[in-house]
């Protein structure tokens, strides 16, 4: 259990899911408990769908760390890859109308920061060293 790719898949994935869970609850678009216009933590603007969206790439992440390494580096990386678009994408989408996401600057800096985090150690580590034929 102790190669990178997990603990980093273990530790984002629960960090997605706590903020999906969060974002569920207190997101500043539709959230269950929330006044409108609240900011998660000060700075993350959110609603269900990206709530929703967080649960489904957190549970990913902890389910493939806690299967595998090979499954681990796979998963790191085509989330850390997703991440990496949504970001992309968010950093023409806020303040639009077509920003169904509700996605904000402190979003887009998640995104990325996961996104690094998550390549880099998809790509990069825990990767079998090939043999001598």
Same mark, same amino acid.
């Given at each position: 259990?102790?190669?990178?790719?997990?603990?980093?898949?273990?530790?984002?994935?629960? @960090?997605? $899911? #706590?903020? @999906?869970? $969060?974002?569920?609850?207190?997101?500043?678009? +539709?959230?269950?408990?929330?006044?409108? +216009?609240?900011?998660?933590?000060?700075?993350?603007? @959110?609603?269900?769908?990206?709530?929703?969206?967080?649960?489904?790439?957190?549970? =990913? $992440? =902890?389910?493939?760390?806690?299967?595998?390494?090979?499954?681990?580096?796979?998963?790191?990386?085509?989330?850390?890859?997703?991440? #990496?678009?949504?970001?992309?994408? @968010?950093?023409?989408?806020?303040?639009?109308?077509?920003?169904?996401?509700?996605?904000?600057?402190?979003?887009?800096?998640?995104?990325?920061?996961?996104?690094?985090?998550?390549? =880099?150690?998809? #790509?990069? $580590?825990?990767?079998?060293?090939?043999?001598?034929?």
């Amino acid at each position: 259990m102790r190669t990178p790719n997990r603990v980093l898949g273990l530790l984002i994935g629960s @960090g997605f $899911l #706590l903020l @999906g869970v $969060l974002g569920l609850l207190f997101a500043s678009e +539709g959230g269950f408990f929330a006044p409108r +216009g609240a900011l998660l933590f000060g700075a993350l603007e @959110g609603n269900p769908a990206q709530g929703i969206l967080h649960i489904v790439l957190g549970a =990913a $992440l =902890a389910m493939a760390a806690l299967s595998s390494v090979r499954y681990a580096a796979t998963v790191n990386g085509v989330v850390g890859a997703m991440l #990496l678009v949504l970001g992309l994408a @968010g950093l023409f989408l806020v303040g639009t109308d077509v920003n169904v996401l509700a996605l904000n600057v402190a979003d887009n800096a998640v995104h990325f920061g996961a996104a690094a985090v998550l390549l =880099a150690a998809g #790509l990069g $580590l825990d990767r079998p060293e090939p043999t001598a034929t």
